[in-house]
């Protein structure tokens, strides 16, 4: 069964710094994009940053965009986000999510439209962690 484990949320001050980690049991992350999202208390789900495993392309919010960094282990099955210079509108809920770069179609393995060009964050949706808790407050 695929799944998808979250860690490494947890209070910190504004300013400060945190490591997520998005484990993959079940399935091997090669051949997949992988992004974190996350929801404040209020407001929608929105997509943070994604990376494709094929080509270690990767994408960032606006919000994000120079202070976290998306990265892969590939003999651990894991994709991290690094987060640098934490404020508290960064606080929410953190989700992994996953999807394959590939379907079946007529029995042949196709690439999709996360395979290749522009990363669309937004199309990943397969699978979903549970996530996990990032509360930054001084």
């Known amino acids: 069964q695929e799944q998808l484990l979250e860690s490494g949320g947890g209070l910190v001050h504004p300013g400060g710094s945190l490591r997520l980690s998005c484990l993959a049991s079940?399935?091997?992350?090669?051949?997949?994009?992988v992004g974190w999202f996350r929801q404040a208390p209020g407001k929608e789900r929105e997509w943070v940053s994604c990376?494709?495993?094929?080509?270690?392309?990767?994408d960032y919010s606006y919000s994000v965009k120079g202070r976290f960094t998306i990265s892969k282990d590939v003999p651990e099955n894991t994709v991290y986000l690094q987060m640098n210079s934490l404020n508290t509108e960064d606080t929410a809920i953190y989700y992994c999510?996953?999807?394959?770069?590939?379907?079946?179609?007529?029995?042949?393995?196709?690439?999709?439209?996360?395979?290749?060009?522009?990363?669309?964050?937004?199309?990943?949706?397969?699978?979903w962690g549970q996530g996990t808790q990032v509360t930054v407050s001084s």
């Open positions: 999510a996953a999807h394959p770069l590939f379907v079946a179609k007529d029995g042949i393995m196709r690439p999709n439209s996360l395979a290749r060009g522009a990363l669309d964050c937004g199309a990943i949706n397969e699978f």
């Open positions: 990376l494709r495993t094929s080509d270690d392309k990767t």
């Open positions: 079940g399935f091997g992350l090669t051949g997949y994009a």
